[in-house]
């Protein structure tokens, strides 16, 4: 069974940093790609970062290019967002989720919640 385990969500001032952690088990994910949604209050979720499992090679949303970068362990079986200079706007649930290449997102977490105060 595909599990995904969020950690690391919190409190955060503005211009703040956080490290969001996804533990990823109950199958191999080399032909998976890896990603970061958020959903804020009253609106839709949206994409934030993907990294393909194998090359490491990632993406990212426009609103947190320069600032948010997502990483993979391979031996932990975990994928990191690391979220600096943050803003009020990053304030949302964040999301791992996995696919396969060319396949809808089909597993997700519970999600993590990212408070950024101003």
């Known amino acids: 069974q595909v599990q995904l385990v969020e950690s690391g969500g919190g409190l955060v001032q503005a211009g703040g940093s956080l490290r969001l952690s996804c533990a990823a088990s109950?199958?191999?994910?080399?032909?998976?790609?890896m990603a970061w949604h958020r959903q804020a209050p009253g609106k839709e979720r949206e994409f934030v970062a993907g990294?393909?499992?194998?090359?490491?090679?990632?993406s990212y949303a426009d609103s947190v290019k320069g600032r948010f970068t997502i990483s993979r362990d391979n031996a932990k079986n975990t994928v990191y967002l690391q979220m600096n200079s943050l803003k009020p706007e990053d304030t949302a649930v964040y999301y791992c989720?996995?696919?396969?290449?060319?396949?809808?997102?089909?597993?997700w977490g519970r999600g993590t919640q990212v408070t950024v105060s101003s």
């Open positions: 989720a996995a696919r396969m290449l060319g396949l809808e997102y089909r597993y």
């Open positions: 990294i393909r499992w194998t090359s490491g090679i990632g």
């Open positions: 109950g199958r191999t994910f080399s032909n998976y790609i």
